[in-house]
């Protein structure tokens, strides 16, 4: 009988972005991570995440290597430019170096095709988790978004890459139908993101030179110069998610009078927000007329960056 669903997924993370993974997680799969391991039906490109390490697609499940072999030698697909690899768990159950590579030998030659290590155009996995085996495809993060960190255009306000990744696909639950209005998207950090995942975004920046920066920043990367120059209050359009992370008394000159009128048009403008601040704003974000759903904290040097999510 089957155990688990379609899809393994690996994660990891420093330990003071542990919150903001697992806030990730719920929101994406619905799911809590146990051992930085999750299963879901859910198939979630893992190159989307900055958490995700990677995704086994399960084709096989046994309780022995045997038998994982004798599906594999029944198969007889030739899968030119192969690899197969082990993939570890982040847990102590991990088998050792001698045995894994005995293993990968034994299925590697076994598998039809030719093995290609560096340039595999079919990548396999293998592993055991709870006293069972599983074989599948393995599809890791290509970690190619860390060259979003040099963006021709930096702001000191700038959310990092890793949090913006995180709260696009927590504003949208990783679907590529909700619309996510960054109402002040400063020089464009998540929309960078989410149009690199394939969702529809938009932006709005009330800075004259600041939108022109974001909007360098988006073509750099290959994509439409969508940010428009304008005050967020004068929005007319209705979006599924608003991500807006909060001018700061901090760094620019803002009131709390202010803040609260930003809180009070991303209400009015989407059904959920994910407010990012440096101070707790549950407050207005109630009386704006969200309810708080989740909440995490990414340290960010001496300070605290507040994530709520409210609908
Ligand atoms: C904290 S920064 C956003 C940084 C952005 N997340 C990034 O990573 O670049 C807030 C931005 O909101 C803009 N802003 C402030 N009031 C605004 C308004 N009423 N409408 C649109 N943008 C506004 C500011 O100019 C500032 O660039």
């Known amino acids: 009988m089957k155990k688990f669903p379609k899809y393994m997924y690996i994660v990891n993370y420093p330990t003071p972005e542990e919150e903001l993974c697992n806030l990730e997680m719920k929101v994406v799969f ?3 991570l146990k051992e930085k391991m999750l299963f879901s039906d859910i198939e979630f490109n893992p190159s989307n995440s900055p958490f995700i390490k990677t995704r ?22 030739v899968y030119n430019n192969f690899k197969l690899e082990y993939v570890r768990l982040n847990n102590e159950n991990n088998i050792s170096y001698d045995e894994r590579l005995a293993i990968i030998k034994n299925i590697s030659n076994n598998i039809q095709g030719c093995h290609n290590f560096k340039n595999p155009e079919f990548s396999f996995g293998i592993t055991k988790v709870e006293n069972k085996w599983l ?27 890793k949090v913006a990744k995180a709260v696009v696909n927590i504003a949208n639950g990783g679907s590529k139908d909700k619309t996510i209005i960054d109402p002040c998207c400063g020089v464009g950090t998540t929309l960078v993101e989410a149009l690199d995942a394939g969702y529809l975004i938009e932006g709005y920046e009330i800075n004259k030179q600041i939108a022109k920066n974001a909007n360098t920043n988006l073509e750099f990367y290959g994509f439409n110069p969508i940010v428009v120059n304008d005050d967020m209050h004068n929005i007319k359009k209705s979006y599924d998610s608003s991500i ?13 009078d202010e803040q609260r009128k930003i809180i009070e048009t991303a209400r009015r403008i989407s059904r959920r ?10 407050l207005i974000l109630e009386q704006s007329g969200f309810k ?5 904290i990414v340290p960010k040097g001496k300070f605290k960056r507040f994530i709520v999510v409210a609908e």
Request: net charge negative; with cysteine.
């Open 30 to 32: 619905g799911k809590e």
């Open 273 to 282: 927000i994910v407010l990012i601040s440096f101070e707790n704003h549950d």
């Open 292 to 296: 708080i759903q989740h909440r995490c």
């Open 56 to 77: 086994l697609e399960i084709i096989y499940e046994k309780d022995s290597v045997e038998e994982i072999l004798e599906e594999i030698i029944k198969d007889k697909t």
């Open 244 to 256: 807006v992370d909060i001018p700061y008394g901090l760094f620019s000159h803002i009131t709390v």
């Open 135 to 161: 074989f599948g495809i393995d599809n890791k993060n290509d970690y190619k978004w860390h060259s979003h960190d040099n963006k021709p255009c930096s702001y000191s306000n700038s959310l990092g890459v």
